[in-house]
Structure formats: C-alpha cells, structure tokens
C-alpha cells in the first residue's frame, strides 16, 4: 500500500467516507422508485457512480456532461418514438 493511500485509509473524512456518503445518496435518489427498477438500488448506485466518476470519455475527446449520463442512465441509449416509428 503508498503512503498516500494509508492516509487516506486512516484520516477521518478521507476518500473512503466521501465515497460511502455519495454512494448513500444516489441510493436515497433511488429508493423511491425500488419497485419499478430492474436493479436493487444499491447495485444501481454503484454502477452510476461508476460511470460517472470514469466520465472523461474516449482519450482525446470531450468530457460528457453529467446531465447526458443520468439521461442515459435513467432512460437508456435507444429512442423509443424513433424505434417505434
């Protein structure tokens, strides 16, 4: 283990408690709409914060703006008027 990520296993309020607290959050997001997900909210929070912290996309390319990945992630990459059409 680096020096550096024995201090921030050890120091109070380090990267591991900023990551838990986001991680309940997105889960309070969800948790109103448990009955209609496809996933255990937990799960989804998990893979959210995963996409959204790897967010800088392609090297080279633009970052995606937070707002298309929620899109994406709470509606999916498909155009249901244009699939139906």
């Known amino acids: 283990m680096s020096d550096a990520s024995q201090l921030i296993a050890v120091r ?9 607290r986001t991680h309940q959050a997105v889960i309070r997001l969800l948790e109103p709409d448990r009955a209609v997900l496809r996933l255990p909210v937990e799960q989804l929070a998990a893979i959210f914060l995963g ?5 800088r996309g392609a090297p080279g ?11 994406v992630f709470l509606r999916g990459v498909v155009d249901t008027a244009a699939a139906a059409g």
């Open 12 to 20: 109070p309020g380090g990267r591991a408690t900023a990551t838990e």
């Open 51 to 55: 996409i959204l912290m790897g967010r």
């Open 61 to 71: 390319g633009a970052e995606t703006r937070v707002e298309t990945l929620v899109d």
